[in-house]
């Protein structure tokens, strides 16, 4: 019918407007990392709840499904926004490279004193890309069917710097079954409020 053609070509044109939004802040992002470093504001929040949020204001495109698990609170000290930009690129870039109907798992736990954020999709993997490169801006995979993604490779470079800000890690690795596994490691904040070395 006339209207699901509308439909159709609506939800094409915001998945569209979202790639681009996302394309511009990573560009905006980058220029002011590169030329005014991280400017953070960190309070104590519950890492669960702020994954929840980002996730709950993501679009992901039709096919695509996102699985979340993060049931446990996981307080930190982070600025609500850097870290908001983190799981929206994590999330984003696995969606990307994901395959036809991607199925991304987003969780969150407590190990030990750190937080840990893991995104992994199901995908071709890294494909022989050297997994600390592609940190860097501008840099993207080798194989064929990354490079004709849309994208200007920036996504993950904010992410490192963003988690850097945060005194924390970010790291991939290929999945045994498949696919890459993106990992955040942030520093837990205790419950008198002193963190195990977090980032003040």
Avoid: C
Avoid at 19 to 24: F, K, P, Q, T
Avoid at 56 to 76: F, K, W, Y
Wanted: hydrophobic letters at 40%; zero cysteines; aromatic letters at 4%.
């Amino acid at each position: 019918t006339d209207q699901g053609k509308t439909d159709r070509y609506l939800t094409h044109a915001r998945e569209d407007l979202d790639r681009l939004g996302a394309m511009v802040d990573d560009l905006l992002s980058t220029r002011r990392l590169t030329h005014e470093g991280v400017a953070i504001e960190p309070e104590v929040l519950d890492l669960s709840d702020l994954v929840r949020h980002a996730i709950d204001r993501s679009h992901p495109p039709q096919g695509a499904t996102i699985e979340l698990q993060a049931d446990e609170p996981a307080r930190v000290r982070v600025d609500a926004g850097a870290l908001e930009k983190v799981v929206e690129n994590l999330v984003g870039n696995a969606i990307k490279y994901g395959g036809e109907t991607p199925h991304v798992t987003v969780s969150v736990a407590t190990v030990g004193n750190r937080a840990r954020l893991e995104v992994r999709d199901r995908g071709l993997g890294l494909r022989g890309t050297d997994p600390q490169r592609v940190f860097e801006p501008f840099v993207r995979g080798r194989d064929e069917n990354v490079r004709t993604q849309p994208g200007a490779g920036l996504g993950l470079f904010v992410v490192r710097e963003f988690v850097r800000a945060h005194g924390g890690e970010v790291e991939l690795e290929e999945a045994e079954d498949g696919g890459v596994i993106a990992r955040v490691w942030l520093d837990v904040v205790s419950e008198a409020g002193v963190g195990a070395g977090a980032a003040s």
